[in-house]
């Protein structure tokens, strides 16, 4: 099995864990915040998992930050910081995405581990336009 294939297993768990967590704000404890919160969560485990298999062209230009270990990692980091709360449920969910994302900025600083190359898509330049 190859690195970058590794790379995209995680990024799945990870959205499925996104996804999972999102759906448990909706029934422990739900309040108007929770709610909003699990919208949020569901939306983005969505979209990690969309970018495994298909990057829209929109993503690389709004959303570039996804396209590098740091950011992917920070992004992990800030979506796990928010499903910590109220139940068991939601502490292991946010466990599991900010490890995976403190994981990943660390990877940043290993220059012998490269991203994979959906992760290298959309590393063509600031605002490069193809012709």
Known sequence: MDISDSFRIVNLVVGVIM???GISQFFFHPSVQ??????YVLLFGAFVGLLEFQIPPQVSRYAS???????????YIFVGSILL????SRYV????????GVGYVGLEFV????PPTNMR???????AEQV
């Open 19 to 21: 996804i999972l967590g």
């Open 121 to 127: 898509e959309a590393d063509q330049g600031w605002g």
């Open 111 to 114: 220059p012998s581990i490269e």
């Open 85 to 88: 709360s109220d139940h068991w």
């Open 34 to 39: 929770s709610i909003i919160v699990g919208a």
């Open 93 to 100: 969910a946010g466990t599991i995405i900010g490890l995976v």
């Open 65 to 75: 930050f996804m396209f590098s270990f740091i950011g992917r990692g920070l992004f």
